[in-house]
C-alpha cells in the first residue's frame, strides 16, 4: 500500500510535467509569433527594396533620354 507521501509524490512529478508542456507549448506559439513577425518585417524590406529600385531605374531613365 502506498503511502501519503508517495501519493504527493506522484502528483508534483505529474503536475510538473503538465506545468512543462504547457510552458512548452507557451514557448512555442512565442516562437511562431516571433518567426511570423520577422516574415513580416522581411516582406516589408523586400517591397520598399522594390519600389526603391523601380524609382531609381526611372530616375537613370529619364537622365539617359
Not at 36 to 60: G, L, N
Amino acid at each position: 500500500m502506498r503511502s501519503y507521501y508517495h501519493y504527493t509524490i506522484y502528483y508534483v512529478e505529474n503536475l510538473q510535467g503538465n506545468l512543462s508542456s504547457f510552458a512548452m507549448s507557451y514557448l512555442f506559439v512565442g516562437q511562431q509569433t516571433e518567426v511570423q513577425k520577422m516574415r513580416v518585417e522581411m516582406a516589408i524590406m523586400k517591397r520598399d527594396a522594390e519600389h526603391y529600385s523601380r524609382q531609381v531605374s526611372y530616375a537613370t531613365q529619364s537622365q539617359v533620354l
